[in-house]
């Protein structure tokens, strides 16, 4: 990993994160509860590892985006995991209505003890500061339209773009603020870099597309063999080579009996990122 971390243009990263770590902390005072949004098909893999010196103390909601995406069962022992570690965690299709409730709900009762204290003092409820936090493409553009009930920040947006500082009203008595910048997952591990890629949270261009689509054939063939071969109509699924051939064969990318194993990739890949390949969960 940290010879092909450094032939990327991955070094950009650590100025990004700590310009988004110093904006987190100049809100900080300001923020009452702390939306940390993950991807439910890879609980561990989109956590933001480095940031809860910056967020300790403040009620927390752990928000696993994409529940409609991921293999529950899997993902359910996710949210035992970091109930146990003390989380409040919420699995949730952000398109769900009913999902989107338990969120409004849920900081209700995270932030009934600040109203409560108002009320005592004979002051109006308070405008709960929420802040958003998250590596990209977990959801939290969708999130925050939601909340707001119009479209106030680009959906599916490319990472890089300013992002808004600005505390955006919602109709729950909640603002919200955008993570104010990126924030990286830490990329270390090969395996979360390879899971991360196969769900779009970081560019396709950081790692190679072939490693991105073996990825996700490989856990598909391990944990998900029925997925795959309806996918892709493969019978024997342990045969990676095979299964090269034969989707190459169903999108005519075999020249000359050559399979075009970059437009293969780029198949899977994308599947992924179009939902077609779901129900599943890759961190175990
Ligand atoms: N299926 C599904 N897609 C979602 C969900 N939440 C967000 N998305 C999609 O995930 C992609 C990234 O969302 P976005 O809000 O831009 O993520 P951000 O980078 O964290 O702001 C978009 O295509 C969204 O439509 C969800 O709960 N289920
Ligand atoms: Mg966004």
């Known amino acids: 990993?940290?010879?092909?971390?450094?032939?990327?243009?991955?070094?950009?990263?650590?100025?990004?994160?700590?310009?988004?770590?110093?904006?987190?902390q100049e809100k900080f005072h300001l923020i009452d509860v702390v939306y940390e949004l993950?991807?439910?098909?890879?609980?561990?893999?989109?956590?933001?590892?480095?940031?809860?010196?910056?967020?300790?103390?403040?009620?927390?909601?752990?928000?696993?985006?994409?529940?409609?995406l991921c293999d529950i069962n899997v993902t359910m022992n996710w949210v035992k995991y970091y109930e146990n570690l003390g989380a409040k965690v919420l699995m949730v299709d952000l398109n769900d209505p009913e999902d989107f409730k338990k969120i409004i709900d849920l900081t209700k009762e995270l932030t009934q003890?600040?109203?409560e204290k108002r009320?005592?003092?004979?002051?109006?409820?308070?405008?709960?500061?929420?802040?958003?936090?998250?590596i990209p493409n977990v959801g939290k553009s969708t999130l925050i339209n939601k909340?707001?009930?119009?479209?106030?920040?680009?959906?599916?947006?490319?990472?890089?773009?300013?992002?808004?500082?600005k505390w955006l009203k919602t109709p729950?008595?909640?603002?919200?603020?955008?993570?104010?910048?990126?924030?990286?997952?830490?990329?270390?591990?090969?395996?979360?870099?390879?899971?991360?890629?196969?769900?779009?949270?970081?560019?396709?261009?950081?790692?190679?597309?072939?490693?991105?689509?073996?990825?996700?054939?490989?856990?598909?063939?391990?944990?998900y063999p029925d997925i795959l071969k309806e996918r892709y109509h493969v019978s024997n699924v342990d045969d990676i080579e095979e299964v090269y051939e034969i989707i190459g064969k169903n999108i005519g990318a075999i020249k000359h009996g050559e399979v075009n194993y970059d437009k293969v990739s780029k198949k899977i890949v994308n599947d992924m990122k179009m939902e077609y390949i779901k129900g599943v969960t890759f961190d175990r």
Not at 191 to 212: F, G, Y
């Open 172 to 223: 729950y008595n909640i603002l919200l603020l955008d993570t104010p910048g990126i924030l990286w997952p830490k990329l270390s591990e090969e395996k979360v870099a390879l899971n991360l890629a196969a769900t779009s949270s970081i560019k396709e261009e950081i790692l190679p597309i072939d490693e991105v689509a073996g990825h996700i054939l490989k856990m598909l063939a391990e944990y």
């Open 113 to 115: 003890s600040i109203q």
């Open 119 to 134: 009320e005592e003092k004979r002051m109006k409820p308070k405008e709960i500061h929420a802040l958003v936090i998250g």
């Open 1 to 24: 990993m940290n010879n092909r971390q450094n032939q990327t243009n991955i070094n950009w990263y650590p100025g990004h994160m700590a310009k988004t770590r110093r904006l987190i």
């Open 38 to 68: 993950v991807d439910a098909r890879i609980p561990y893999s989109s956590k933001i590892k480095d940031i809860y010196n910056l967020i300790l103390d403040k009620p927390k909601i752990v928000i696993m985006t994409k529940k409609d």
């Open 147 to 165: 909340m707001v009930g119009k479209h106030v920040v680009n959906v599916g947006n490319k990472p890089g773009i300013t992002q808004h500082l």
